[in-house]
T-cell receptor, first 116, second 114 residues
Framework: GAVVSQHPSRVICKSGTSVKIECRSL??????MFWYRQFPKQSLMLMAT?????????EQGVEKDKFLINHASLTLSTLTVTSAHPEDSSFYIC????????????FGPGTRLLVL | AQKITQTQPGMFVQEKEAVTLDCTYD???????LFWYKQPSSGEMIFLIY??????QNATEGRYSLNFQKARKSANLVISASQLGDSAMYFC???????????FGTGTSLTVIP
């Protein structure tokens, strides 16, 4: 299957700082990337959908100014958690869908964020 | 209403036996896709199998098969010859709509017993 990477895999930061998470599709062009958040023992919660070159579409209840998403190219999307607080601690997973949009989503390995 | 329902929070299966993980879905879109993903303790979501709404035959991928019953709106995952490495969370998902959004179920934790 297609390969999607995420960096960093783990990050610990102080409250009030910003954290950037990168999501890359390594062997295919992803017109659409998705960002999810997952709390322990729970399902994935879609945060936003980003299409290359356009603004991300955020799910209801997700703060756009808090979670900045940039999809600058067909292989890279970034999620920046601004002014992180302890309640932002979670497992963040990105996924990428190949050109055409109606393809399987391939997931990155996830990023564990811990805000102290 | 929930788009994807997985009613089994936890399942146990003996090694080498088959197990069925249930999934029902809700959509009015005639074109949709159904997926199963495995999530081991490492957290990575691993794609297992896909079934399109117009596919006439049930999807199969190695030891995985999808029992697609369109009229009942169910898409159960069957794992044959369970292995210890199959112990993980399993998520059923559906893609639908013009935005190709994914909806995930709450997951089923599968434990394979030696």
């Amino acid at each position: 299957g297609a390969v999607v990477s995420q960096h960093p895999s783990r990050v610990i930061c102080k409250s009030g700082t910003s954290v950037k998470i990168e999501c890359r599709s390594l062997d295919f062009q992803a017109t659409t990337m998705f960002w999810y958040r997952q709390f322990p023992k729970q399902s994935l919660m879609l945060m936003a959908t980003s299409n290359e070159g356009s603004k991300a579409t955020y799910e209801q209840g997700v703060e756009k100014d808090k979670f900045l998403i940039n999809h600058a190219s067909l292989t890279l999307s970034t999620l920046t958690v601004t002014s992180a607080h302890p309640e932002d601690s979670s497992f963040y997973i990105c996924s990428a869908s190949a050109r055409g949009g109606r393809e399987t989503q391939y997931f990155g390995p996830g990023t564990r964020l811990l805000v102290l | 209403a929930q788009k994807i329902t997985q009613t089994q929070p936890g399942m146990f299966v003996q090694e080498k036996e088959a197990v069925t993980l249930d999934c029902t879905y809700d959509t009015s879109d005639p074109s949709y896709g159904l997926f199963w993903y495995k999530q081991p303790s490492s957290g990575e979501m691993i794609f297992l199998i896909y079934q399109g709404s117009y596919d006439q035959q049930n999807a199969t991928e190695g030891r995985y098969s999808l029992n697609f019953q369109k009229a009942r709106k169910s898409a159960n995952l069957v794992i044959s010859a369970s292995q210890l490495g199959d112990s993980a969370m399993y998520f059923c998902a559906m893609r639908e709509g013009p935005g190709n959004q994914f909806y995930f179920g709450t997951g089923t934790s599968l434990t394979v017993i030696p």
